[in-house]
C-alpha cells in the first residue's frame, strides 16, 4: 500500500516558517533540489492545507519560464503542474492545476485516496499534518533540518496532544549543510 509521507524543512530550533510565513532562511541549491524533485515526482499526489498549497500556487505553475531560475526549479515546475493535487480548506472557493478542493481529514476518503494513487502521498503544511498525525494517518515523517536558528515562528510540530513513536530509516546530509532525517511511524 501506498505511504502518506509529511516532508518539511525545518530550522535547527524546530520551526517551519519565520514568523511572517518567511522561507528566506531555506537552503535550497541545486543538489537538494534535484532530490527534491526526484523524491516528488515519484509521488502520487500533494496534500496540503490551504496555506502551503497557496504558497506554491504563487510559485511553480510557471517558474519554468523563467530563465532566471535554475535548471532544477523549472523542472520542479513541472513536476508540481502535473501531479495530482489535494488542498484542504474550509475557505477556497477554487484551485486550478490539478487541484481538488477537500473540506475536511475524513480517514475513509484519505483512504481510499491512498489505494487509488500511482505513487506515495505527500502531505505539506503544518495543521494538516496534525490532524493527519492525529488521526493516525502519516506513515513517515521527513525532516530537512536547516542549519540555521530562526528563533520564532511556526512551529514544526502542531499536534501537541499526539505522542508518535518513530523509528530513524535513514540520514543524508547534503553538501550545502542540510540534513535529512527519514522517520517512519512506529504502530
Known amino acids: ?37 526526484a523524491t516528488f515526482a515519484a509521488m502520487g499526489a500533494f496534500l496540503d492545507g490551504r496555506v502551503s498549497w497557496e504558497l506554491m500556487a504563487e510559485d511553480w505553475p510557471t517558474a519554468d519560464e523563467d530563465p532566471a531560475n535554475s535548471e532544477p526549479m523549472r523542472e520542479f515546475a513541472g513536476i508540481w503542474r502535473d501531479m495530482p493535487k489535494y488542498v484542504f480548506s474550509r475557505t477556497l472557493e477554487r484551485a486550478g492545476w490539478g487541484t481538488t478542493i477537500l473540506r475536511d481529514v475524513v480517514p475513509e476518503e484519505i483512504e481510499a485516496l491512498r489505494k487509488s494513487a500511482d505513487g506515495d502521498l505527500a502531505v505539506g503544511g503544518a495543521d494538516l499534518a496534525a490532524s493527519f498525525l492525529r488521526l493516525g494517518l502519516i506513515d513517515e515523517i521527513h525532516v ?30 547534503f553538501g550545502n549543510g542540510v540534513v535529512l532525517l527519514r522517520y517512519e511511524l512506529m504502530r
Not at 519565520?18 to 533540489?33: I, K, Q
Open 1 to 37: 500500500m501506498r505511504k502518506i509521507i509529511w516532508a518539511m524543512s525545518a530550522s535547527v530550533d524546530g520551526f517551519m516558517a519565520g514568523p511572517d510565513g518567511s522561507l528566506d532562511w531555506h537552503l535550497v541549491d541545486d543538489e537538494l533540489h534535484r532530490h527534491f524533485n
Open 144 to 173: 530537512y533540518v536547516h542549519p540555521v536558528v530562526i528563533g520564532r515562528g511556526q512551529r514544526m510540530f502542531r499536534a501537541a496532544d499526539v505522542r508518535a513513536d518513530l523509528s530513524l530509516a535513514e540520514t543524508h546530509a
